[in-house]
């Protein structure tokens, strides 16, 4: 990847376009044609032990032109496909620690927001606004959509947080709530006696992680108010062309 990076920055994603070109993957993030998907993330103890789905390591991850992740690319799918386009052009809409490929597909929209606790991170997003997804300076009722991708794993009181998306959440608005989930847990493994980051590593399989998800996560989404669809791409829907995990699930929740 070094080869790329004295190449002026409004040039990289042609040359790049260009370079990983091939004819059977393609990136649903940005729409590129590719060779191939390149591996990404580690297999820590935990994510090995617990079988964890949305962490490690996955052989074909990234796309080598956007860096999109496979998670990315999945609810680009949806957003893509499932999402009313009026939704997305015109909707309100809140981002929550946001991944750069779904933020260049939604900062169209000017009624789009993304947001993060820390702004330090986020140094070339626009539209970004300071969030507290647990405090959030929204009045309810507000967003059409909300995008919060791997961020409720990391929260200590994620059923404050839960709760704070129903209320920001318009009756029959979107928020897309992914997490990553154990298919042996069935129900969710957490301790907040564990603080030491190497200890968080070791028992949920990172460290600024404070849970691993259980089989019982929709029924804490349902908890906080929430109603939950589990959703997966129709049958015949190429999961490798695509370059995403066929083990991963939309957690689409509506109010």
């Known amino acids: 990847m070094g080869v790329f990076n004295k190449i002026p920055i409004n040039l990289k994603f042609p040359i790049k376009k260009l370079f990983y070109f091939g004819t059977y993957f393609h990136c649903l993030a940005c729409n590129c044609r590719i060779r191939r998907f390149e591996p990404a993330g580690v297999d820590h103890e935990a994510v090995i032990k617990y079988q964890i789905i949305g962490g490690g390591f996955y052989s074909e991850s990234l796309c080598p032109v956007c860096r999109s992740t496979y998670r990315d690319r999945l609810i680009m799918w949806y957003l893509k496909f499932k999402i009313d386009k009026k939704i997305l052009k015109n909707g309100k809409i809140i981002h929550i620690a946001p991944e750069y490929t ?38 309810k009722n507000t967003f059409d959509l909300i995008i919060c991708n791997h ?50 590593q070791r028992e949920f399989g990172q460290k600024d992680h404070v849970r691993i998800y259980g089989q019982d996560y929709p029924k804490r989404l349902l ?33």
């Open 102 to 139: 779904l933020y260049r597909y939604l900062k169209r929209n000017k009624n789009y927001y993304c947001g993060d606790i820390d702004l330090r991170k986020y140094p070339k997003f626009k539209q970004f606004v300071k969030i507290d997804i647990v405090d959030a300076a929204f009045d």
């Open 151 to 200: 961020v409720l794993e990391h929260i200590p009181d994620d059923q404050k947080a839960m709760k704070e998306i129903y209320r920001i959440l318009k009756p029959g608005g979107i928020a897309i709530l992914q997490v990553p989930i154990s298919k042996k847990l069935l129900t969710t493994y957490e301790d907040d006696t564990i603080s030491e980051p190497d200890a968080r």
């Open 223 to 255: 908890n906080a108010g929430l109603k939950v669809e589990i959703v997966v791409p129709a049958n015949g829907f190429n999961y490798r062309k695509h370059g995403i995990n066929k083990e991963e699930r939309l957690f689409v929740c509506t109010k």
